[in-house]
């Protein structure tokens, strides 16, 4: 399979945490060539919004996605409000950023609740909420299924058929307002995987993330791999991906508290690269 | 709903693994009034196929299932072929024993392979190869699906959806040899779950795990919880099964390194007891 276009790598925050702020990150992938950025907004509100748009432009980088909004179900209907009013926070972020999407962990469930299905509920009716906002500033909201090991505590969507049926519930016409994010860490595992990215198709895409699952992995949140350290597949589901029309953006979004983190972030974003070209 | 029938309750060799051998746990059980038990190949190799089936009828015990067989794929077919040999040698034992089934936990990736398709493939090839002999011998094989976050190193069929179509596709007309073993723990998170227990029906599950998911979870394997004290609606599953046609035990799993398997088993089966009557 041929080499991914070097000018489609993109680097989520997440990958260089602990080292670098968001101005680093910026200027970091300046340095290094790359042309995606994926902001996390923690990171966002330390630089500030403004700030971070005009750094982001200065540069030509494109920003493929906005970390996170989501995190809708709540034990009380006060909670679920003040969720949905930060949402819309995230959305109005995402459109100063001119962010191609902005990501929803859709959120858990509820502390003390055993009722899955119910926070099943609240998210379809959290997106179904903010989805006319974001429609209105154009920015796209994807849907990211997160691995079932996070089903309790960060996100209750846990595979690709889940997330595309919400949104076949929530945007039957595929009008590019809302989709979906493909992260191979989380959906590497997935017997339907090839088929419902078939099913996606190039209007529900809008993410694509990359990272490596490995063997052993030592901790259900902040133990990935490097792309080629682990045993996901990497072309394999980018020629799903490219099948299907995506053309978009591979996003490195690493979460590795005992490794990466703890580099020299130039280093972790020069293998960052080389990887892309030789795995990916 | 309903407390469940007491006589219904299994212990799992692995609750009490490190604390009892078979001939503790088969004691155990009679002592605390289980009638059915469900050991591990290695503990019943310790103690010996032939004193373990006496024991085991001595007490009046149900052999609720066999642990395991499965672990196909290989990187060569010599190895596969050894196998396969020793699942027909765990057929053998689950036959001496009077085994309700022969859970089978298929295997994940050979070493170094990202071939997922591949070791599924080898997972089918090898149930069909041991099949017939497992009919001939009257134990019924029940394919255990694992988490998905054990995909890589355990087990490669990660729903019950792809377990049972495992199961259509070798044994289509449900004759009774082939079907599912369905574990909270692997489960609970499938948005599919109710559905694929109703089409499991009556005639295809064999056996019924419990245990419970704790937040946060701190091992990939060794961290499940007791009943009661993780976030698994077990009652609502239990009904699920009973709507389909199931009137089998409950059997209690529980991998728990740093907590269950440092306590007294005669304490850890009177709360098995208990959480089984108020939580399941």
Known sequence: ?????????????????????????????????????????????????DRAARAIRAHGLIVTGLCRGGMFPATTARQRRANIADNLRAVDEAHALGAQCLILVVGGLPKGSKDLAGARQQVKDGIAAILPYARKAGVPLAIEPLHPMQAADRACVNTLEQALDLCDALDARASGALGV?????????????????????????????????????????????????????????R??????????????EIFSAANWWKRDPDEVVRICKRRYRRCC
């Open 1 to 49: 399979m041929a080499s991914p276009d070097p000018s489609l790598l993109s680097l989520n925050t997440a990958t260089t945490r602990g080292k670098w702020g968001l101005a680093q990150a910026i200027e970091g992938c300046a340095r290094h060539g790359l042309r995606g950025i994926a902001p996390w907004r923690d990171l966002l509100h330390e630089m500030g919004v």
């Open 181 to 237: 994010a493909v992260d191979v860490y989380h959906v590497w595992w997935d017997p339907k995987l090839e088929a419902q990215i078939r099913r996606a198709g190039r209007k529900r895409i809008f993410a694509h993330h990359i990272c490596d699952w490995l063997v052993p992995t030592t901790d259900l949140l902040l133990d990935r791999g490097m792309m080629g350290d682990g045993v996901i597949d990497l072309m394999k589901i």
């Open 239 to 252: 020629g799903w991906l490219e099948r299907a029309g995506y053309r978009g953006f591979q996003e490195v």
